[in-house]
Structure formats: C-alpha cells, structure tokens
C-alpha cells in the first residue's frame, strides 16, 4: 500500500496516481505516463510540457511488516515459556510411551543413533583418506544408505503403528464388532 501525503488516502503498491486527489507518486508524469523527476519541466523521454502535479508518499508495505513483526514478537514472548513447558511435557510423554512398548527409553535410542553416525562418519572420513577409489564410489553408497534409511524409516513408522494400534485394542477391549462375530460363531455352533 502506498499513502499519499497529500490527501492522506491508501492506495494499492502498483498505483501511479492517487485516486483522491489525481497526484503522481514518484515524480512528474506526462500523457503518454512517462516518469520524470518532480523539479522537471517538460518530459524527458517525449518533450512534452503537460505533467502531473508530484506528490510525495509512503510505502506501506514496511509498517505493515513492522507491525506484524511486533504481534509476532509479542505472541512469541508470552507464549514461550509454555511452550517449552509443553513440548518438554510431550516429549516426555512420548520418551515414555516408546520406553513403555519396547523397553528401552527413546533418549537412549537417540544417543546409541548419534554414536552409530559419529563412528560411521570416522569410519567413512579413514577409507576415504585411506583407499584412492573410495572417493568415486561415495555418491553411490551415499544414495544406498539414503535408501537404506528409507527403509528403516518406514519400518519404524510400521512399527510405531502398529503398538499404537496394539495399545488402542487393550485400552478399549473387545469392539462391538468382535462381540457380534462371536455371537455368530455361537450361533452356528448350536
């Protein structure tokens, strides 16, 4: 938005006039929508001495930004404190739930993960140091291991599922559905 210092009216960024008062924003202009500066007499592309009347004018677009940085700010600081109350509270929802199925708590994973890729990253940093061909066939065993990761990826969302459906099954207990399909059984039995 642009505001002219004229009128004082807002006006869309690509305008070239002020609606309100038919002033020219950037300098002088002439029929054929030349810009010349604001001090210029006559065009200067087309000589001609008909121009607008300039007017100064601000862009809107900066307040505009510096506002909704200040909300942003402001929304930041008095939500931040508890925001790190409930992602720490999630996380340690979560780091139970994982330690709950499968026995081992998911900081412990995370820190065994980070010490697999350091010894990893070592043991790639010697061989490329080491054997001559070895830097060729990187990109290679780099897309392996993407594809790799991939896989184990899915296997562990797979996995999550399923305990999360496993979990569902014993919170809930035996479904309607599962009643009536042994009822049924029952039935064709007699």
């Keep these: 938005m642009i505001l002219c ?13 002020c609606g309100h008062c038919r002033r020219s924003f950037g300098g002088r202009r002439c029929p054929k929508d030349h810009l010349s500066p604001r001090v210029a007499k006559y065009c200067l592309v087309c000589a001609s001495s008909e121009l607008s009347t300039p007017t100064y004018s601000v862009s809107m677009s900066l307040f505009s930004r510096m ?13 931040w404190p ?42 790639i940093a010697v061989l490329a140091l080491m054997l001559p061909g070895f830097r060729r066939r990187l990109s290679g065993l780099g897309k392996a291991f993407e594809k790799l990761l991939r896989h184990v990826l899915k296997l562990c969302i797979l996995l999550l599922q399923l305990s999360f459906r496993a979990l569902k099954f014993l919170a809930q207990g035996v479904t309607h559905e599962h009643k009536k399909n042994s009822n049924t059984h029952r039935s064709l039995k007699s």
Aim: hydrophobic residues 55%; proline residues 1%; aromatic residues 18%.
């Design 5 to 17: 210092l004229s009128c004082y009216h807002s006006w869309p960024k690509s305008s070239a006039y």
């Design 67 to 79: 506002i909704a940085w200040s909300i942003i700010i402001l929304v930041l600081k008095w939500t």
């Design 82 to 123: 508890w925001a790190g109350v409930i992602s720490g509270t999630l996380l340690k929802a979560g780091d139970w739930l994982f330690g709950f199925t499968f026995d081992v708590s998911l900081s412990d994973v995370f820190i065994a993960l980070c010490h697999l890729l350091a010894q990893l990253f070592v043991l």
